[in-house]
């Protein structure tokens, strides 16, 4: 038997959970820190690292008080994060700012800037990333806080995400060549891979913008996937977090990655990690490249396959906002939904709200809602919100199949299908394909698999996931409500491309707002 520590840091808390290599989850316990925005920018999104630490330490305590456990016994702690969020840092590994957080978006400029490069001199690095590099992502976010923060640069060190940042203060790493970096991490976001020794060429990123002379070289250090150790817990952590010091640390990871393997992913399966935004995560057993999808890198979920990322820059942000607007909240505003049928509404909702991550990757657009009339409501707007995030994340399936990914299982993972069975039914329709949720919430419980691994626990991922992982409930398609979402989805996907895509051809939508009303009309049983 053996009981480990699993942390998650999502976008407003960390969640602790305590896993018994025998009885699986013994408890969990969370707290929050502050999100920091400007209502004039609404692109700028940071948090304090001493504000996460200060919670971990919190959530940590509150777990072993409410489970009787002594932190003594607890023989790994593994974490996962949010990423791209970035800190630059000293030469000490004191932060100089605050996260960038992954929804900071004020990077859009040097975004556009290095893959404009990329095409221009045929950077290998950008087909890894879908053609497109990301304003949510590394290199664009530090480039940005380079430009804006002329008096800080002289101290500037290094720059770290979120995962390998805070493995690094637990262990008592003080130097940043000492400190280890994600696999997941660096191969997702900051363009890294083997294959081209590691980050693009110091002359590609002078050219991007001379601020980035010498930080190739200051970003570099072990690199690895998350069967390997980033340390080992520090003495004077371990005396706040209540733990044993010495215990093994696994190198990070994303949450949503980590995510995936606690909800069972395996080859085969796609898991939609549904939460303020979506991600998306699967499994191949070999490499392809896939156009507009965000990441591909081997090792990054699973040590042993390669990893795919894509996803939706909002979801759950976007039912908080209508929610927001009409004066109440999700829960409440959720009422009665399951009556509604498949296209009722007559709405046509696309989930831009936020911009699009994924396969567009356009920070740039905004949302947009067809088919209003005068008796239109905000729970009818709610209903087609859920729709189109549905519509969102097949057009991504469809995608990521297309170029050899296998879906043959879809899990909705995260906390949002947990508590939303009416999500996870129109997911189900729109995919026309059964939908997995796990049975109880799996935050923090893949943390809790490669600590246990760490450990020594398991000797594979899959050992540990057969006695980790909660069992499935499994929602079936409904006939009916297929039949109205194939009528739907070609508008979506039209709407979406002519809107969206700058390759598209022009193409009339006179008959779009008509097709909405008839579909509508048939779905209420008018026809």
């Known amino acids: 038997m053996a009981i480990v520590a699993g942390a998650d840091f999502g976008t407003l808390s960390v969640r602790v959970t305590l896993l018994d290599s025998d009885r699986g989850r013994l408890g969990t316990a969370s707290a929050s820190y502050p999100l920091n925005r400007k209502r004039d920018d609404p692109d700028f999104a940071t948090q304090s690292h001493t504000a996460q630490m200060d919670a971990l330490v919190l959530a940590t305590r ?44 004020r990077a859009l400029n040097e975004a556009q800037e290095i893959t404009a490069l ?54 008592g790493i003080t130097s940043p060549r000492d400190a280890k970096r994600s696999v997941c991490a660096l191969g997702h976001k900051w363009l890294w891979n083997p294959k081209w020794d590691g980050f693009p060429p110091e002359e590609f990123l002078i050219a991007v913008d001379p601020l980035l002379t010498g930080v190739r070289e200051k970003l570099q250090g072990e690199v690895l996937t ?31 990655h980590w995510d995936a393997i606690g909800a069972g992913c395996r080859e085969g399966d796609v898991v939609n990690v549904v ?46 906002a209508i ?49 209003w009339n ?55 329709n729109v995919f026309n394909k059964p939908v997995l949720v796990p049975a109880s919430s799996t935050t923090s419980v893949g943390a809790g698999i490669f600590a246990q691994v760490a450990a020594g626990s398991f000797a594979t991922i899959e050992d540990a996931q057969a006695r980790m992982c909660p069992q499935h409930k499994v929602y079936e398609p409904d006939p009916d409500a297929v039949v109205i979402y194939e009528q739907l989805y070609p508008l979506y996907r039209r709407v979406y491309e002519s809107f969206g895509d700058r390759r598209a051809a022009p193409q009339s939508f006179t008959e779009v707002l008509h ?7 048939r779905s209420r049983g008018a026809h």
């Open 62 to 105: 509150e777990v072993l008080a409410q489970t009787g456990v002594n932190g003594a016994d607890v023989q790994a702690f593994a974490l996962d994060t949010t990423g791209s969020s970035v800190v630059p840092v000293d030469a000490a590994m004191q932060p100089l700012d605050d996260y960038y957080l992954w929804c900071d978006h």
């Open 118 to 171: 990329a095409h221009e001199r045929n950077l290998e690095a950008i087909e890894w990333c879908g053609g497109v590099y990301s304003h949510e992502w590394g290199w664009a976010k530090l480039l940005h806080w380079l430009r804006h923060n002329p008096e800080k640069r002289a101290y500037f060190a290094s720059a770290f995400e979120h995962c390998d940042m805070v493995a690094a203060t637990l262990s």
């Open 226 to 256: 998350s069967d390997h150790l980033a340390g080992h817990l520090d003495t004077a952590w371990a005396e706040k977090l209540g733990l044993r010091a010495g215990i093994p640390i696994p190198v990070g990871a994303f949450d949503a």
């Open 275 to 320: 939460g303020t935004s979506t991600c998306i995560i699967a499994m191949q057993p070999r490499t392809s490249l896939i156009p507009g999808v965000c990441g591909v890198v081997p090792g990054s979920v699973h040590p042993q396959y390669t990893g795919v990322e894509a996803g939706l820059s909002a979801v759950g942000d976007i039912f908080d």
């Open 323 to 371: 929610a927001r607007r009409s004066g109440t909240d999700v829960k409440t505003l959720s009422q009665g939904l399951d009556t509604f049928r498949a296209g009722q509404t007559g709405l046509l909702r696309l989930s831009w709200d936020n911009g699009d991550r994924t396969v567009l990757v356009r920070s740039d657009l905004g949302g947009i809602t067809l088919g």
């Open 374 to 428: 005068l008796v239109s409501t905000a729970q009818d707007e709610l209903f087609a919100a859920i729709e189109g995030t549905a519509f969102h994340t097949r057009i991504i399936l469809e995608r990521m199949a297309e170029y050899g990914v296998p879906v043959e299982r879809v899990i909705n993972g995260g906390g949002i299908p947990q508590h939303n069975p009416t999500l996870n039914q129109i997911y189900a």
């Open 515 to 521: 097709d909405l009303r008839e579909i509508a009309a």
